[in-house]
């Protein structure tokens, strides 16, 4: 059973900077796809960023140019390195992948952009 587990996410003030981490157990990391999403209160789960097995990235159009996404398939860890943090990028962010038609996902860890 594949398990997600995010990482890093906590109180900062607009104009800072988060690591987010996500570590995959229970599949074959490598071959996976990976992508982080968020989720604020009242609104709809969004795609922030996504990155391929062999390294391809996408972003959504409000975090292209802040954010990025990187992968350790030494550790099976997929990062999400967020700059420029501001308060409408509070929200949950989740981790997930997917096998076929499997789909697999974090708990969530909560990023609060506020002064």
């Known amino acids: 059973q594949v398990q997600l587990a995010e990482s890093g996410g906590g109180l900062v003030q607009p104009g800072g900077s988060l690591r987010l981490s996500c570590v995959v157990s229970?599949?074959?990391?490598?071959?996976?796809?990976m992508a982080w999403y968020r989720q604020a209160p009242g609104k709809q789960r969004d795609m922030v960023a996504t990155i391929t097995s062999g390294g391809s990235t996408t972003y959504g159009d409000s975090v292209k140019g802040r954010f990025t996404i990187s992968r350790d398939n030494a550790k099976n860890t997929v990062y999400l390195q967020m700059n420029s943090l501001k308060p409408e990028d509070t929200a949950g962010y989740y981790c997930r992948t997917w096998v076929g038609s499997l789909d697999f996902w974090g708990q969530g860890t909560q990023v609060t952009v506020s002064s």
């Open positions: 229970g599949g074959r990391f490598s071959g996976n796809s």
